[in-house]
């Protein structure tokens, strides 16, 4: 999604223009929000929205979207273990945490 917006800072009036990734509008102001509060200062009653809009792949402009549109993109294997059957499970164990998913 794209978003056009105007927000006040402590010092004057700006005009932005974002882009994010998100399943719904929603999610997408919502992200807007929270990044224009930890990034700018900005308070969600500065903020005036102009615009959003849907964007095709082909329309998006900032590198951190068109980065993700490698048709050849791959993630890592979460190695996925068995789970212990209860009887041999016990609460209170000293050995290392396991960092990988069971």
């Avoid at 999610?27 to 807007?32: F, I, R, Y």
């Avoid at 549109?69 to 996925?80: A, E, L, N, T």
Wanted: charged share 25%; with cysteine; proline share 4%.
């Amino acid at each position: 999604y794209g978003i056009w917006l105007r927000y006040e800072s402590r010092t004057n009036t700006h005009n932005m223009y974002k882009e994010f990734r998100d399943v719904t509008i929603n999610g997408a102001v919502s992200q807007m929000y929270s990044e224009m509060a930890g990034r700018h200062r900005a308070h969600p009653n500065t903020i005036q929205i102009i615009n959003t809009a849907t964007l095709q792949a082909s329309e998006c402009k900032r590198e951190h979207m068109t980065e993700m549109h490698d048709s050849k993109m791959k993630y890592p294997i979460i190695r996925k273990m068995p789970l212990v059957a209860k009887k041999l499970r016990s609460t209170f164990t000293a050995k290392r945490p396991t960092t990988f998913v069971r």
